[in-house]
C-alpha cells in the first residue's frame, strides 16, 4: 500500500513514493524511491514526470490499486497573487451581511492599487450578521440579495464572496450559508461563491481579504486541479488526489480547487513535518510527550527555519500574514527565511568575504564553479571543504585557505543567528536539517546540541506530502457565563473528530493537536473564543489492495473545458499602480497657518504611535486608521486637519466621542464615526439645544491609546472642526472614569453622556452617583448593544481638556510612529527602542521570547500574565546596552541571562517585573507609566490578545503624564487601582511633546 508525495517548489519539484507497511522502519520510514528535478514552467509536466519516475523506480503499476494517494503541495496558486498574475487572477463581487455597520470601511480598502484594480468587480452591504454573543444583528432580506445577483451578473461575474459579521458565531447557517444558497439560485451552478467563515477566522476586514484573494483565484485553482486529475487519468492513477494545505494537513482536490487559499505556503510546513517524520520523532514520542524542535530548510536560495511543536505540526505565525501586499488571518507557519542556501553567491572584498542573499538558484548545475561554471557559491565552498560526491573538486581547489575558512565562518554564523531567533530557550537545542542545500552548513553550530540529518533529507518536503494528515478544526466564540469550560471543550472537541472524519480521516487515529482559549477582552457575559484542531491520518480502505481498485473519475463541481485547462505561457502582471517607496526619514508633514492637513503617511504614523501608547490594550488602530484613511480620499487633502490648544481660547468648546466595548467586537462590527455624530445628537437634544449655542473649536478622543486614539480624526470633518492636538489620558486605561478631568473631579467629565449602538438603539444617562457608576452602567449596556457602542459625554472647555488632559498626543504618536517607520525602512528593527526613547523618557527593559501566557476573565475584563525569556548575547550584537536607551545585553548591571520578564495585565500591561532565577522579582516599570511590548520582528506594537508561545518580543517603558503621579492620579490610575501591592516607581520624567505645528510650520 503506497502513498505518493510531491512537492512543487519554485526552484525544485520533488517527489517520493512510501509504503506504508514499511513506515515504522526507522532507517527509512518506508521511503521506497524519490526523485528530484528542476521545477518545469507549466507545473503539471513537472508533477507528471515525478509520478512516473518513482513509480518506475519502485516497480509499482499504477494501475494495480496499491497506490493509496496522491498528494501535492504547490506555489502554483500565491504566486498568481505575489505577481499580481492578471491571466489567472479573476475579478470579484463581495457581498457583506452587516448593514448598517461597516460603511466606513468598505472592501478593498486596503489592497494594493494594482490588485483592487484587478479584482474588484462589485461590492455592497446588505442586511445581515452577528452579534458577539451570536443575536442577528439583522436578519438577511431575500430582495436584497436578488437585487444584488441581477447587478452581478450584468456585470458578467462568476466569482462570488459573501462575508458576515461575526460569520464564524454562525452555528445554524442561517447568514452566509443562506445567502450563499440564494445567491446561488439566482446565479445558476457556474458561479463560485466563497463564504468567509471556510476561510479565515475571527476579525471582519482580515477575512475578507483572504477570501477575496480565494475567490479570485478560484477559477485558475480548477483548471490547475482539472490539469492535476488529468496527469493522473494519463498515469494511469486510481487514488484519491489530495493538496497540502498550510497548517501541515491536507484537503481534498475539490476542496482546494474551492478554497486554494489553504495551500499558500504549504511548502515549508511539509519540509517540517518530513524532517520529523524521517528523524523517526514520531516514533520516539510514542506517549505523546517532547519538546519543540527546530527544523531548518536549506535550499538553492533560502533557508527557511521553522519550530515544530509537540504535537508534531508546525507553530503557527502569530496576528495577521500579508499575501502580495494584503493582510489577511488564515493560518500560515512560523518561518524565518534568510537569502543563504546552496546556490548563494560568495564575494570577497580585499579581507571581507559575504555570502549571499542573491543566488544563482536553480541554475546552481550550470553556473557554480563545481559544476563547469564560473560563479563561487556556497557549494564550491562546502565542496572544497571537504564535502564529497558532489561535482569536481579539481575545479575549486584553487579557493585559498583563506576566503575558504572566512566564508565557511559567514555561512556558520548566518545559520546560527537565524536558529537563535527561532529558539524558545537559551538551552541548547536539537537541530533537524533537511533540504538539497543542507550541505553547506557545518557540522557543529553554537547553540545547538545536535545536529540530526535524517535519510532522504534533500526530499523532506515530498515526504511531508505524502503523509500529511486530514484534519477537523473549529473556531467559535462560546459565552461561556453559566457553563462549564471543561464541558463546553469536550462538545467542541467532539465537534471536531467528527469535522476530521468527514474530510477523510481514519477514527481510530485522530487525536486532539491543538486547544485554544482566549477570552474576550472588555465584555461581561464571559465570551470566549476556543480553537480545537483534530488531526488524523487518511482513512484506509479495508480488505485486498484489489478492492480499492476503480475508475479514476475527475471532481464532478470544477466547471471547466479541457480548453480552459492549465495555461503554460508566462505570466502577465497586472498594472503597478503604485507608487514610489516613501522616504519617511525626510517626510515633512504640510502645515498651513496654525493647522496641520494630514496626509496619508500622517494617518500611518499616528497609527504605529497609538498601537505604541495602548500598552497592550485599546484595541487596534487599524480599522479606524483606515476609514480615516478613506475619508481623507474622499474629501481631500485639507478634510482632515490637527489644531494646537494654543491655537483656541480658553473657553472654546471641544467635543468629545469614543468607542466603548470590546476590541474583538471593533475588529468585525466596524461602527466609523456616524454612531458617534448619532450619540452626540441626542445628547445635544437633550441638554436642551445648549450644545447648538457652543461654538465647537475641536474634537478630541478620550484616550490616544489604541483604537479610540484616531476616532477624534475621524469625527472631525464630519462637525468641519479640526482635531485638538491632545487627549484625556494619555494611553489607553481598561475604565471609562479612567480619563484625568474624571480624576480631577472636572464638570462634565463623563455626565450627562449618551450611548449609541449604531442600529437605531441611543441611552441616555443624567446623573451617577459617582464617577465609578457610569463605568459600571454603560459596561452592562454595552454588552447588551452587541459588546460596543458609541459613547458621547458633553463637550469641554479647552482649560479643562488642556488643564485636565494630555496636550500634543497626536503630536507625540506621529514621532512614535515615524520612528518606527524610518528603522523599518532602512531594515534596522533592532533600532527602534533607541528611536522611541529620543521621543519620549523611558528604557528598554528587555528583548526576548514569550515563553508562557495565561488568560482568566474576571468581572468581564480579561486578567493575564505573560513571560519573556531573554535572548542571546548573539543575536544582539552591535546594540547598545541598557542605561543608553538601548537594548539590554545579558549579565550587566546585574542582568542575568537567565532573568524573565514577566508582565501581568488587565486588558493593559501593569507592570514589568523582572524574575531571577530563585524566583525573587524586582519592578522594572509600573502603571502609570507605559508598559508596551513590541513585535521584534516588525517594531509594531502587539495587543495582550496577540501573545504567543515563542514569538519575539522587545519590551520598553515609557513615562506617563505627571496628572497621574499624584495622589489622586495613583489612586485612580497607579498599582492599587489595579490591586498591585507595590509602589509607584518612576521610570523617569515626562517629556511634554514638542508641536508637530510649531516645529514644521516654518519649514
Given at each position: 500500500?503506497?502513498?505518493?508525495?510531491?512537492?512543487?517548489?519554485?526552484?525544485?519539484?520533488?517527489?517520493?513514493?512510501?509504503?506504508?507497511?514499511?513506515?515504522?522502519?526507522?532507517?527509512?520510514?518506508?521511503?521506497?524511491?524519490?526523485?528530484?528535478?528542476?521545477?518545469?514552467?507549466?507545473?503539471?509536466?513537472?508533477?507528471?514526470?515525478?509520478?512516473?519516475?518513482?513509480?518506475?523506480?519502485?516497480?509499482?503499476?499504477?494501475?494495480?490499486?496499491?497506490?493509496?494517494?496522491?498528494?501535492?503541495?504547490?506555489?502554483?496558486?500565491?504566486?498568481?497573487?505575489?505577481?499580481?498574475?492578471?491571466?489567472?487572477?479573476?475579478?470579484?463581487?463581495?457581498?457583506?451581511?452587516?448593514?448598517?455597520?461597516?460603511?466606513?470601511?468598505?472592501?478593498?480598502?486596503?489592497?494594493?492599487?494594482?490588485?483592487?484594480?484587478?479584482?474588484?468587480?462589485?461590492?455592497?452591504?446588505?442586511?445581515?450578521?452577528?452579534?458577539?454573543?451570536?443575536?442577528?444583528?439583522?436578519?438577511?432580506?431575500?430582495?436584497?440579495?436578488?437585487?444584488?445577483?441581477?447587478?452581478?451578473?450584468?456585470?458578467?461575474?462568476?466569482?462570488?464572496?459573501?462575508?458576515?459579521?461575526?460569520?464564524?458565531?454562525?452555528?445554524?447557517?442561517?447568514?452566509?450559508?443562506?445567502?450563499?444558497?440564494?445567491?446561488?439560485?439566482?446565479?445558476?451552478?457556474?458561479?463560485?461563491?466563497?463564504?468567509?467563515?471556510?476561510?479565515?477566522?475571527?476579525?471582519?476586514?482580515?477575512?475578507?481579504?483572504?477570501?477575496?484573494?480565494?475567490?479570485?483565484?478560484?477559477?485558475?485553482?480548477?483548471?490547475?486541479?482539472?490539469?492535476?486529475?488529468?496527469?493522473?487519468?494519463?498515469?494511469?492513477?486510481?487514488?484519491?488526489?489530495?493538496?497540502?494545505?498550510?497548517?501541515?494537513?491536507?484537503?481534498?482536490?475539490?476542496?482546494?480547487?474551492?478554497?486554494?487559499?489553504?495551500?499558500?505556503?504549504?511548502?515549508?510546513?511539509?519540509?517540517?513535518?518530513?524532517?520529523?517524520?524521517?528523524?523517526?520523532?514520531?516514533?520516539?514520542?510514542?506517549?505523546?510527550?517532547?519538546?519543540?524542535?527546530?527544523?531548518?530548510?536549506?535550499?538553492?536560495?533560502?533557508?527557511?527555519?521553522?519550530?515544530?511543536?509537540?504535537?508534531?505540526?508546525?507553530?503557527?505565525?502569530?496576528?495577521?500574514?500579508?499575501?502580495?501586499?494584503?493582510?489577511?488571518?488564515?493560518?500560515?507557519?512560523?518561518?524565518?527565511?534568510?537569502?543563504?542556501?546552496?546556490?548563494?553567491?560568495?564575494?570577497?572584498?580585499?579581507?571581507?568575504?559575504?555570502?549571499?542573499?542573491?543566488?544563482?538558484?536553480?541554475?546552481?548545475?550550470?553556473?557554480?564553479?563545481?559544476?563547469?561554471?564560473?560563479?563561487?557559491?556556497?557549494?564550491?565552498i562546502s565542496v572544497r571543504g571537504g564535502v564529497t560526491g558532489v561535482g569536481d573538486l579539481s575545479r575549486v581547489s584553487d579557493i585559498n585557505d583563506q576566503v575558504l575558512d572566512r566564508a565557511k565562518k559567514v555561512v556558520k554564523r548566518l545559520v546560527e543567528n537565524v536558529v537563535d531567533q527561532m529558539k524558545t530557550s537559551p538551552e541548547d537545542c536539537s537541530l533537524l536539517l533537511v533540504g538539497g542545500g543542507s550541505i553547506i552548513v557545518p557540522p557543529q553550530l553554537d547553540g545547538v546540541h545536535e545536529i540530526i540529518i535524517p535519510p532522504f533529507h534533500s526530499v523532506a518536503n515530498a515526504v511531508g506530502a505524502a503523509i500529511a494528515n486530514v484534519s477537523g478544526e473549529i473556531d467559535t466564540i462560546e459565552i461561556l457565563q453559566g457553563k462549564n469550560l471543561d464541558d463546553t471543550l469536550s462538545r467542541i472537541k467532539k465537534e471536531a473528530i467528527a469535522k476530521a472524519v468527514e474530510a477523510g480521516a481514519d477514527e481510530s487515529t485522530i487525536r486532539i493537536a491543538e486547544i485554544n482559549v482566549l477570552p474576550v477582552q472588555y465584555v461581561t457575559n464571559q465570551a470566549t473564543r476556543l480553537i480545537v484542531r483534530a488531526v488524523g491520518e487518511i482513512g484506509v480502505p479495508s480488505g485486498s489492495p484489489s478492492m480499492t481498485r476503480r475508475e479514476f473519475k475527475p471532481s464532478q463541481d470544477l466547471q471547466v473545458t479541457e480548453e480552459t485547462e492549465v495555461a503554460q505561457e508566462a505570466p502577465h502582471?497586472?498594472?503597478?499602480?503604485?507608487?514610489?517607496?516613501?522616504?519617511?526619514?525626510?517626510?515633512?508633514?504640510?502645515?498651513?497657518?496654525?493647522?496641520?492637513?494630514?496626509?496619508?503617511?500622517?494617518?500611518?504614523?499616528?497609527?504605529?504611535?497609538?498601537?505604541?501608547?495602548?500598552?497592550?490594550?485599546?484595541?487596534?488602530?487599524?480599522?479606524?486608521?483606515?476609514?480615516?484613511?478613506?475619508?481623507?480620499?474622499?474629501?481631500?487633502?485639507?478634510?482632515?486637519?490637527?489644531?494646537?490648544?494654543?491655537?483656541?481660547?480658553?473657553?472654546?468648546?471641544?467635543?468629545?466621542?469614543?468607542?466603548?466595548?470590546?476590541?474583538?467586537?471593533?475588529?468585525?462590527?466596524?461602527?466609523?464615526?456616524?454612531?458617534?455624530?448619532?450619540?452626540?445628537?441626542?445628547?445635544?437634544?437633550?441638554?436642551?439645544?445648549?450644545?447648538?449655542?457652543?461654538?465647537?473649536?475641536?474634537?478630541?478622543?478620550?484616550?490616544?491609546?489604541?483604537?479610540?486614539?484616531?476616532?477624534?480624526?475621524?469625527?472631525?470633518?464630519?462637525?468641519?472642526?479640526?482635531?485638538?492636538?491632545?487627549?484625556?489620558?494619555?494611553?489607553?486605561?481598561?475604565?471609562?472614569?479612567?480619563?484625568?478631568?474624571?480624576?480631577?473631579?472636572?464638570?462634565?467629565?463623563?455626565?450627562?453622556?449618551?450611548?449609541?449602538?449604531?442600529?437605531?438603539?441611543?441611552?441616555?444617562?443624567?446623573?451617577?452617583?459617582?464617577?465609578?457608576?457610569?463605568?459600571?452602567?454603560?459596561?452592562?449596556?454595552?454588552?447588551?448593544?452587541?459588546?460596543?457602542?458609541?459613547?458621547?459625554?458633553?463637550?469641554?472647555?479647552?482649560?479643562?481638556?488642556?488643564?485636565?488632559?494630555?496636550?500634543?498626543?497626536?503630536?507625540?504618536?506621529?514621532?512614535?510612529?515615524?520612528?518606527?517607520?524610518?528603522?523599518?525602512?532602512?531594515?534596522?528593527?533592532?533600532?527602534?527602542?533607541?528611536?522611541?526613547?529620543?521621543?519620549?523618557?523611558?528604557?528598554?527593559?528587555?528583548?526576548?521570547?514569550?515563553?508562557?501566557?495565561?488568560?482568566?476573565?474576571?468581572?468581564?475584563?480579561?486578567?493575564?500574565?505573560?513571560?519573556?525569556?531573554?535572548?542571546?548575547?548573539?543575536?544582539?550584537?552591535?546594540?547598545?546596552?541598557?542605561?543608553?536607551?538601548?537594548?539590554?545585553?545579558?549579565?550587566?548591571?546585574?542582568?542575568?541571562?537567565?532573568?524573565?520578564?514577566?508582565?501581568?495585565?488587565?486588558?493593559?500591561?501593569?507592570?514589568?517585573?523582572?524574575?531571577?532565577?530563585?524566583?525573587?522579582?524586582?519592578?522594572?516599570?509600573?502603571?502609570?507609566?507605559?508598559?508596551?511590548?513590541?513585535?521584534?520582528?516588525?517594531?509594531?506594537?502587539?495587543?495582550?490578545?496577540?501573545?504567543?508561545?515563542?514569538?519575539?518580543?522587545?519590551?520598553?517603558?515609557?513615562?506617563?503624564?505627571?496628572?497621574?503621579?499624584?495622589?489622586?492620579?495613583?489612586?485612580?490610575?497607579?498599582?492599587?487601582?489595579?490591586?498591585?501591592?507595590?509602589?509607584?516607581?518612576?521610570?523617569?520624567?515626562?517629556?511634554?511633546?514638542?508641536?508637530?505645528?510649531?516645529?514644521?510650520?516654518?519649514?
Amino acid at each position: 500500500m503506497y502513498r505518493i508525495g510531491v512537492d512543487v517548489g519554485g526552484t525544485n519539484t520533488d517527489g517520493v513514493i512510501l509504503d506504508t507497511r514499511k513506515s515504522s522502519d526507522p532507517q527509512t520510514r518506508g521511503v521506497v524511491a524519490s526523485y528530484k528535478h528542476a521545477t518545469t514552467v507549466d507545473v503539471t509536466d513537472g508533477i507528471e514526470a515525478a509520478v512516473k519516475n518513482v513509480l518506475d523506480q519502485a516497480g509499482v503499476d499504477p494501475a494495480s490499486g496499491q497506490v493509496l494517494s496522491l498528494t501535492i503541495g504547490t506555489t502554483h496558486f500565491i504566486s498568481a497573487v505575489v505577481q499580481s498574475d492578471a491571466r489567472r487572477l479573476s475579478k470579484v463581487a463581495v457581498i457583506r451581511l452587516a448593514a448598517p455597520y461597516t460603511a466606513e470601511c468598505p472592501s478593498f480598502i486596503d489592497f494594493p492599487p494594482n490588485l483592487e484594480k484587478l479584482m474588484n468587480g462589485h461590492t455592497a452591504i446588505v442586511s445581515g450578521g452577528h452579534q458577539i454573543d451570536g443575536r442577528l444583528i439583522n436578519p438577511i432580506l431575500d430582495t436584497e440579495l436578488v437585487e444584488q445577483a441581477i447587478q452581478i451578473r450584468a456585470k458578467g461575474l462568476k466569482d462570488v464572496v459573501v462575508v458576515g459579521v461575526f460569520s464564524p458565531l454562525d452555528v445554524s447557517g442561517d447568514a452566509e450559508y443562506a445567502a450563499r444558497d440564494i445567491l446561488r439560485r439566482e446565479l445558476g451552478p457556474q458561479a463560485n461563491i466563497v463564504c468567509s467563515r471556510d476561510v479565515g477566522q475571527i476579525g471582519l476586514l482580515e477575512r475578507e481579504n483572504a477570501s477575496i484573494l480565494n475567490a479570485s483565484i478560484t477559477s485558475f485553482a480548477q483548471r490547475t486541479v482539472r490539469g492535476f486529475e488529468n496527469a493522473m487519468a494519463r498515469l494511469g492513477l486510481a487514488c484519491p488526489l489530495y493538496i497540502t494545505q498550510n497548517d501541515g494537513t491536507l484537503t481534498t482536490a475539490a476542496e482546494a480547487a474551492r478554497l486554494p487559499i489553504k495551500t499558500f505556503s504549504s511548502g515549508a510546513t511539509n519540509s517540517m513535518r518530513g524532517a520529523s517524520y524521517l528523524a523517526g520523532i514520531d516514533l520516539k514520542r510514542k506517549d505523546g510527550t517532547g519538546k519543540s524542535m527546530l527544523v531548518a530548510d536549506v535550499g538553492g536560495t533560502t533557508t527557511d527555519v521553522g519550530v515544530l511543536l509537540p504535537s508534531g505540526f508546525p507553530r503557527q505565525a502569530a496576528a495577521f500574514i500579508e499575501v502580495g501586499g494584503v493582510r489577511t488571518n488564515f493560518a500560515m507557519p512560523d518561518v524565518n527565511s534568510i537569502g543563504l542556501g546552496g546556490g548563494s553567491r560568495v564575494r570577497t572584498e580585499g579581507p571581507k568575504v559575504t555570502v549571499g542573499p542573491d543566488s544563482v538558484g536553480h541554475y546552481l548545475t550550470r553556473d557554480s564553479k563545481v559544476f563547469g561554471g564560473d560563479i563561487l557559491t556556497a557549494t564550491d565552498i562546502s565542496v572544497r571543504g571537504g564535502v564529497t560526491g558532489v561535482g569536481d573538486l579539481s575545479r575549486v581547489s584553487d579557493i585559498n585557505d583563506q576566503v575558504l575558512d572566512r566564508a565557511k565562518k559567514v555561512v556558520k554564523r548566518l545559520v546560527e543567528n537565524v536558529v537563535d531567533q527561532m529558539k524558545t530557550s537559551p538551552e541548547d537545542c536539537s537541530l533537524l536539517l533537511v533540504g538539497g542545500g543542507s550541505i553547506i552548513v557545518p557540522p557543529q553550530l553554537d547553540g545547538v546540541h545536535e545536529i540530526i540529518i535524517p535519510p532522504f533529507h534533500s526530499v523532506a518536503n515530498a515526504v511531508g506530502a505524502a503523509i500529511a494528515n486530514v484534519s477537523g478544526e473549529i473556531d467559535t466564540i462560546e459565552i461561556l457565563q453559566g457553563k462549564n469550560l471543561d464541558d463546553t471543550l469536550s462538545r467542541i472537541k467532539k465537534e471536531a473528530i467528527a469535522k476530521a472524519v468527514e474530510a477523510g480521516a481514519d477514527e481510530s487515529t485522530i487525536r486532539i493537536a491543538e486547544i485554544n482559549v482566549l477570552p474576550v477582552q472588555y465584555v461581561t457575559n464571559q465570551a470566549t473564543r476556543l480553537i480545537v484542531r483534530a488531526v488524523g491520518e487518511i482513512g484506509v480502505p479495508s480488505g485486498s489492495p484489489s478492492m480499492t481498485r476503480r475508475e479514476f473519475k475527475p471532481s464532478q463541481d470544477l466547471q471547466v473545458t479541457e480548453e480552459t485547462e492549465v495555461a503554460q505561457e508566462a505570466p502577465h502582471k497586472g498594472a503597478d499602480g503604485g507608487s514610489d517607496k516613501m522616504d519617511y526619514e525626510t517626510y515633512h508633514p504640510k502645515i498651513i497657518g496654525d493647522e496641520w492637513h494630514l496626509s496619508e503617511t500622517d494617518l500611518f504614523f499616528i497609527m504605529e504611535g497609538c498601537g505604541i501608547l495602548g500598552t497592550g490594550g485599546g484595541g487596534s488602530p487599524y480599522p479606524t486608521f483606515l476609514m480615516c484613511k478613506q475619508a481623507l480620499q474622499k474629501g481631500g487633502l485639507g478634510c482632515m486637519r490637527i489644531i494646537d490648544h494654543s491655537s483656541i481660547p480658553d473657553d472654546g468648546y471641544i467635543v468629545r466621542g469614543s468607542e466603548m466595548g470590546s476590541p474583538s467586537v471593533s475588529g468585525e462590527r466596524i461602527m466609523g464615526g456616524a454612531p458617534i455624530m448619532a450619540a452626540g445628537k441626542e445628547l445635544a437634544e437633550f441638554l436642551g439645544g445648549k450644545e447648538k449655542e457652543m461654538k465647537l473649536w475641536a474634537t478630541v478622543c478620550d484616550e490616544i491609546g489604541g483604537g479610540n486614539g484616531m476616532n477624534s480624526l475621524l469625527t472631525a470633518p464630519l462637525y468641519g472642526i479640526p482635531a485638538l492636538d491632545g487627549d484625556l489620558m494619555g494611553r489607553a486605561y481598561p475604565l471609562l472614569h479612567q480619563i484625568l478631568p474624571a480624576v480631577y473631579d472636572r464638570p462634565n467629565a463623563l455626565y450627562p453622556c449618551s450611548l449609541c449602538d449604531g442600529d437605531g438603539n441611543i441611552v441616555i444617562l443624567p446623573k451617577v452617583k459617582t464617577p465609578f457608576h457610569v463605568e459600571s452602567f454603560l459596561r452592562t449596556l454595552t454588552t447588551e448593544m452587541g459588546s460596543s457602542a458609541a459613547y458621547c459625554a458633553p463637550p469641554l472647555k479647552l482649560r479643562d481638556a488642556r488643564d485636565f488632559g494630555v496636550p500634543r498626543c497626536l503630536s507625540l504618536a506621529w514621532r512614535l510612529g515615524k520612528a518606527v517607520a524610518v528603522c523599518r525602512g532602512k531594515n534596522d528593527l533592532k533600532n527602534i527602542p533607541n528611536e522611541i526613547l529620543k521621543v519620549q523618557t523611558g528604557a528598554c527593559l528587555f528583548v526576548g521570547k514569550i515563553i508562557g501566557v495565561t488568560r482568566e476573565v474576571r468581572a468581564g475584563f480579561t486578567w493575564g500574565e505573560v513571560r519573556i525569556a531573554r535572548l542571546l548575547d548573539d543575536e544582539l550584537e552591535d546594540v547598545p546596552p541598557s542605561g543608553t536607551g538601548g537594548v539590554m545585553k545579558g549579565e550587566k548591571d546585574g542582568e542575568e541571562k537567565d532573568d524573565i520578564m514577566v508582565i501581568p495585565f488587565q486588558n493593559e500591561n501593569l507592570v514589568a517585573y523582572v524574575e531571577k532565577a530563585d524566583g525573587s522579582r524586582k519592578v522594572a516599570a509600573i502603571v502609570p507609566d507605559l508598559i508596551t511590548v513590541l513585535d521584534s520582528q516588525s517594531g509594531s506594537h502587539l495587543g495582550t490578545q496577540m501573545y504567543m508561545y515563542g514569538l519575539r518580543v522587545t519590551v520598553i517603558a515609557l513615562a506617563g503624564s505627571p496628572l497621574w503621579t499624584t495622589e489622586k492620579g495613583l489612586k485612580i490610575g497607579g498599582p492599587a487601582a489595579f490591586g498591585i501591592d507595590e509602589p509607584y516607581i518612576s521610570i523617569g520624567e515626562y517629556k511634554t511633546p514638542r508641536s508637530v505645528i510649531e516645529e514644521y510650520r516654518s519649514k
